[in-house]
């Protein structure tokens, strides 16, 4: 087992900590955790963690490590947070839009345009609201996605944002597979808004 009392561990694991690394952010850090991710997985297992490394799709981050049988679950270091309905709703959408995009092979990268979100949305909210109101929520759901690092804006082009292919790691196949009962679910949603004005 490799020494964890290495200082080129300080620089990834605190890095690991504070978000996701992503190759095209920082090549330098990239290759420093990819080098050391046998020792950064010892050392973070201490505190309940483990990597998550995706060397094709070039991110790496930290969650927490389910405790195995009969062992003691250990204070969760990084809390869950429930989202919002509309950014729930959101990431469901941006998932299987990049779950069409994987599947045709046009791009590895998928960019919509802010108009192109806020149509994609506008579909589960009950009809006939103030369509300012409803422009402000949604865009107030695409800043709680980019805080998140589900997506972010292109430099220079403030209306176009890029999925980050993370999104796939946080929303996997088994949770794509219920996305029809979800969406039904973001209906009904919807319809009781509709109801209750």
């Known amino acids: 087992m490799p020494s964890l009392d290495r200082p080129e561990l300080s620089l990834?694991?605190?890095?690991?900590?504070?978000?996701?690394?992503?190759?095209?952010?920082?090549?330098?850090?990239?290759?420093?955790?990819?080098g050391l991710q046998s020792a950064i997985r010892?050392?973070?297992?201490?505190?309940?963690?483990?990597?998550?490394?995706?060397?094709?799709?070039?991110?790496a981050w930290?969650?927490?490590?389910?405790?195995?049988?009969?062992?003691?679950?250990?204070?969760?270091?990084?809390?869950?947070?429930?989202?919002?309905y509309l950014a729930s709703l959101l990431l469901a959408l941006l998932r299987k839009k990049l779950a069409e995009t994987d599947s045709s092979g046009d791009s590895q990268r998928l960019i919509l345009s802010r108009d192109e979100l806020v149509d994609m949305?506008?579909?589960?909210?009950?009809?006939?609201?103030?369509?300012?109101?409803?422009?402000d929520q949604i865009m107030s759901a695409l800043g709680r996605v980019e805080d998140l690092g589900f997506i972010r804006r292109l430099k220079?082009?403030?209306?176009?944002?890029?999925?980050r292919r993370i999104?796939?790691?946080?929303?996997?196949?088994?949770?794509?597979?219920?996305f029809d009962a979800r969406l039904e679910s973001y209906r009904d949603y919807a319809r009781a808004g509709e109801a209750e004005e």
């Open 12 to 34: 990834p694991v605190i890095a690991l900590l504070k978000g996701v690394i992503y190759r095209e952010s920082d090549e330098a850090l990239w290759q420093q955790t990819l």
């Open 42 to 59: 010892d050392y973070v297992t201490v505190l309940g963690l483990e990597l998550v490394l995706d060397e094709a799709e070039g991110f």
């Open 62 to 84: 930290l969650r927490c490590r389910e405790p195995a049988e009969g062992e003691t679950p250990l204070p969760r270091l990084m809390t869950r947070r429930q989202l919002p």
């Open 121 to 135: 949305v506008r579909v589960f909210l009950p009809a006939g609201v103030n369509e300012a109101k409803v422009s």
């Open 156 to 163: 220079n082009q403030d209306r176009l944002f890029e999925v």
């Open 167 to 178: 999104l796939k790691a946080f929303v996997d196949a088994q949770w794509l597979a219920d």
